[in-house]
């Protein structure tokens, strides 16, 4: 039996709700491979560390903790890359993602080389914390690992947002999913010993798989870029003369880096305000111990991979948004929007299902250490139920992006996980003997505070944008 898809215009006023779910899927699909492949790099680092041992796979988790919070602000701020790049489609202005993906890799390598640099103080910080010194010191090895790949994964996410606001996303799929299978081949030879060629390592080698391997990607994406511009006749700017290139970087991206900042400063502190506190759970589980901390590490690796459902349905959402936007379709804003949010809890609903049915048989996917695997079971039968809400969430936020709605989405995640996830996790944790899985209460607190703001903000917001462009197109 074939599927009918209805014959309407892109982003048209009379789509159907179905209409838009197979809109926003179509979209969405290659950029939830895409974005789990960035996850899946650091998932096959976690699953083969989490067979060398509990200390190795504690210092892991504890290692990239601060790291992911700083890579993932900075990753929130390179949203508004996309969000400018699908405006300017919508608005027919194609010529104007050359100056966006320009003053977009400038932004990517300062906050990269920024970010890089706080890896210098990691064990001193670690053991400041009042981590363990033996876990302190596997940590601080990961950071310095994980530092020196992350301008390269911040270039290669900008050079992917382009093409996926080009409607190109399955270039970025293919190149990710190649990554992976080289991250794949690397882990096994260098950290579990395949063939014997080399000594085993642990945790940090691991992670310096994946840093190779990410600045590759974007080797990879930018010769696809150039390559693809000479094709189409040089139809969105892209192959500047060098000149050019040279005038973006000395000008920190001039007047379109201004432009990316302003509107990825409050994305970035979006995204922070969230994994931050996610990070502030990882620094608890470790006071509990180092099983706790190597389940809590189990457990959101499960977590983020299935958060990638969240990533890639928002990033469409956002694309989609901004068109409509871009467009002056008021009615395929809405719609565009809400559909993409249902989308995103039903496929992670559907994934929390099978981590709540057998918690035991995902957790012994990750880690083989008895004491771990033990509490894991635990925590993943919280996150089961998690999930779907967690998706809602982050679709949510990326819908709001594309309407250029920032800071009050970033002030009511903040409250969400600063006022709500933080303090019931520390009270469930410790007060109340709860321990890791006391942790995942409070996570579950604050995905469920975040999404009773969230969602109203967006059917306000869609609303008021809606009232502003039937405006525009009465006075037009």
Not at 297 to 307: C, G, H, I, S
Not at 416 to 421: I, L, S
Request: proline share 3%; net charge positive.
């Amino acid at each position: 039996m074939t599927i009918q898809r209805p014959n309407v215009p892109a982003d048209a006023e009379g789509g159907s709700a179905a209409w838009h779910v197979l809109r926003t899927a179509s979209l969405a699909w290659p950029i939830i491979l895409s974005r789990a492949g960035l996850v899946v790099l650091f998932t096959a680092d976690t699953v083969v560390t989490g067979r060398v041992g509990g200390l190795e796979l504690a210092g892991l988790g504890l290692g990239v903790a601060p790291l992911l919070v700083v890579l993932l602000v900075t990753l929130g701020a390179m949203q508004a890359t996309v969000v400018l790049a699908a405006q300017s489609i919508g608005a027919g202005r194609p010529g104007a993602i050359g100056d966006i993906l320009r003053a977009g890799f400038v932004n990517a390598l300062l906050l990269g080389i920024g970010a890089a640099a706080l890896s210098l103080f990691a064990e001193d910080f670690f053991v400041a914390t009042g981590q363990a010194p033996d876990v302190a010191a596997v940590a601080a090895a990961v950071a310095r690992q994980f530092a020196w790949g992350m301008p390269g994964q911040l270039l290669f996410i900008t050079a992917n947002m382009i093409l996926e606001a080009t409607e190109r996303p399955r270039v970025g799929m293919v190149i990710i999913l190649g990554a992976n299978l080289v991250n794949v081949v690397l882990d096994g030879v260098l950290v579990l010993g395949w063939g014997g060629l080399v000594e085993t390592g642990g945790a940090a080698t691991a992670m310096a798989t994946s840093s190779v391997v990410r600045w590759g990607a974007f080797a990879a994406a930018l010769a696809v870029l150039l390559a693809d511009e000479g094709r189409n006749g040089g139809r969105y700017g892209i192959r500047a003369p060098l000149s050019a290139w040279v005038r973006c970087f000395v000008a920190a991206g001039g007047e379109t880096g201004r432009t990316i900042r302003r509107l990825g400063l409050p994305m970035g502190l979006g995204q922070g305000v969230e994994s931050a506190a996610f990070a502030a759970l990882v620094f608890m589980a470790g006071l509990i111990g180092t099983a706790a901390l190597a389940a809590h590490q189990t457990t959101m690796t499960v977590m983020a991979l299935v958060y990638m459902n969240a990533v890639g349905v928002g990033g469409a959402a956002s694309i989609r948004v901004g068109n409509a936007v871009g467009r002056r379709h008021p009615r395929a804003l809405a719609r565009a929007g809400w559909s993409a949010i249902g989308l995103g809890g039903l496929l992670s609903g559907l994934c929390g299902v099978v981590v709540a049915a057998a918690p035991g048989a995902v957790a012994g996917l990750v880690t083989a250490d008895p004491a771990a695997l033990a509490i894991a079971t635990r925590t993943l039968g919280i996150a089961g139920w998690l999930l779907a809400l967690d998706s809602t969430m982050g679709v949510a936020m990326g819908a709001l992006r594309g309407l250029g709605d920032v800071w009050m989405p970033t002030l009511l995640q903040a409250a969400a996980f600063w006022f709500v996830a933080v303090p019931v996790a520390w009270l469930a944790g410790f007060h109340l003997d709860g321990g890791a899985v006391g942790l995942f209460v409070g996570m579950g607190a604050g995905i469920i505070a975040s999404n009773a703001l969230l969602l109203p903000r967006f059917a306000v917001a869609s609303r008021a944008a809606v009232r502003r462009l039937e405006k525009a197109a009465g006075t037009a």
